[in-house]
């Protein structure tokens, strides 16, 4: 891949994030060099980024990087977190923060942020809902399933199941799909929010939190971790790093150290975004 941006002087390159962490591992190794001149931006999508990943990637290629967000449903792209206008107002800290969020509507599709009555959610940052949208490329329907249809696409709006905040410019956040939402003693927990705090330590090269069953809450946050190479992390060093950023219901309850060979399976918390991968010359 680093060879045909090179080869082909490559503008812009879209990716999932495990896509950009395989890369950043070989950019960083220091090993080899490359001639990125031509790259004007990158693009994620297809998972949760964080604003830490955001910024090794403008550091390996010399360009802004943004966050995308979209479903199979709505053909795809919804959002792009592009700032704008708002880019010269903003610190370095808080334009890599929005853009590693889902960002604000593209031309041609609506977005709203809704409660389980179909109201929107206050633009506080902080209020969680259910992510709808309509427009353009939004689909007339699952192929022979009505009954799917149906439940998907109510008052004109495709219901996507992500769970998501959003803020006063319109910057939306996802938080979690609405049935991967983890459970613990009537508290919801979201694990992107989880995933992104274990990933925010210096040490760790990804992660990815599942529930599991637990007899006194009903389930448990897990989480399982890879770490950068030749990098050492307890348990105890990550839950103290955590307790700064969470709080204290959230905690793992779990911490599983995931080997970092690259010939077996890697972690992917799946959350229902739609992957996709292109290259744009």
């Known amino acids: 891949v680093c060879r045909l941006i090179e080869q082909e002087k490559v503008t812009a390159l879209c990716m999932v994030p495990t896509m950009a962490v395989m890369l950043l591992e070989h950019l960083e ?44 449903e709505s053909g795809p792209v919804l959002s792009i977190s592009r700032l704008g206008e708002m880019a010269g107002s903003l610190p370095r800290e808080e334009q890599l923060r929005r853009r590693a969020m889902t960002g604000r509507e593209i031309v041609g599709a ?30 007339d329907g699952y192929w022979e399933n009505p009954t799917a249809t149906e439940a998907t696409l109510r008052g004109g709006w495709l219901h996507t199941g992500d769970m998501a905040v959003w803020d006063q410019q319109g910057f939306i ?45 009903g ?39 995931a080997a970092s060979d690259r010939k077996s399976t890697r972690l992917n918390s799946s959350h229902g975004y739609i992957s996709y991968a292109v290259f744009c010359l």
Not at 52 to 67: I, N
Not at 118 to 138: K, Y
């Open 29 to 72: 190794s220091g090993k080899h060099q490359y001639d990125f001149s031509a790259m004007q931006w990158t693009e994620l999508g297809g998972a949760a980024a964080t604003p830490e990943l955001m910024e090794r990637l403008e550091r390996a290629f010399g360009c802004l990087s943004y966050c995308g967000y979209g479903l199979t």
């Open 173 to 217: 956040r996802i938080v979690d799909r609405k049935k991967d939402m983890i459970i613990s003693g009537g508290e919801n927990i979201s694990s992107l929010e989880i995933e992104r705090a274990i990933n925010a330590h210096p040490a760790v090269q990804e992660s990815a939190v599942v529930p599991v069953p637990e007899a006194k809450w």
């Open 110 to 139: 609506e977005l709203r942020v809704v409660d389980e009555a179909g109201h929107d959610t206050p633009r506080d940052g902080s209020t969680m809902g259910e992510v709808i949208a309509r427009g353009d490329g939004v689909m």
């Open 219 to 257: 389930e448990v946050p897990r989480a399982h971790v890879v770490l950068k190479a030749g990098a050492t992390l307890s348990e105890q060093d990550l839950l103290l790093h955590l307790s700064k950023l969470l709080a204290k219901f959230k905690l793992p309850r779990q911490v599983v150290f």
